[in-house]
């Protein structure tokens, strides 16, 4: 009986880790992936590195399956740093501004864009400025602003980098109401998207 318990329970320990490693999505009639990315909050460039299976991003069939690779850690370290823009604010007395999950699709994908094709810029190849990209992936905004970082080990390290800059600082201090950040491990790639609405 206690073999058998111990089983149980090693099952259970072991369970939760194996799925948060990764989840399978099949494909349903006139989805892309783009789609499924938003779906699952991630990066396209994510889901497309995580299903090499697909020569052909672009085309993708009914019954296909998806591997969704887990983010919940990259998720938890892009909220520390929201967290740590917003104690910034409040030591200044401002508002916080509200995380949006749509600004941070966004500033997820151009973090992963930086890596892709190993630009350190605001004005991607792809994408274009910030607010082209914000406007292309339908983020409504009366004014926006963007801080990149590329190398900073840690959020703590990142926000004391960007306070340290007269431009990032203002940024960050500015007046804004929401906020997307988004984070690639590989390379250390930080972007931080700041909108008014």
């Known amino acids: 009986m206690k073999k058998k318990l111990l089983i149980i329970l090693l099952f259970l320990l072991i369970n939760p880790i194996i799925s948060l490693a990764e989840t399978t999505y099949t494909v349903k009639e006139g989805d892309s992936l783009w789609e499924i990315a938003i779906q699952h909050q991630l990066a396209v460039t994510e889901i497309i590195e995580a299903n090499p299976q697909f020569d052909n991003p672009d085309l993708i069939y ?18 520390i740093v929201i967290q740590l823009t917003n104690q910034e604010r409040a030591r200044q007395g401002l508002p916080i501004l509200r995380p949006d999950l749509s600004l941070s699709q966004v500033a997820r994908e151009k973090s992963a864009d930086m890596l892709e094709h190993n630009y350190f810029s605001h004005t991607s190849p792809a994408y274009g400025t910030p607010f082209e990209m914000m406007d292309d992936f339908g983020v409504y905004y009366l004014r926006a ?28 201090l500015g007046d804004f109401t929401h906020i997307g950040v988004g984070y690639v491990e590989d390379g250390k790639y930080w972007t931080q998207m700041l909108i008014k609405r």
Do not use: C, F, Y
């Open 62 to 79: 009914p019954n296909d399956k998806v591997r969704i690779p887990n983010s919940d850690a990259i998720k938890h370290t892009e909220h």
């Open 145 to 172: 602003a963007e801080n990149i970082a590329r190398g900073e080990q840690t959020p703590h390290d990142l926000i004391k980098t960007w306070m340290q800059s007269p431009e990032h600082r203002a940024n960050i």
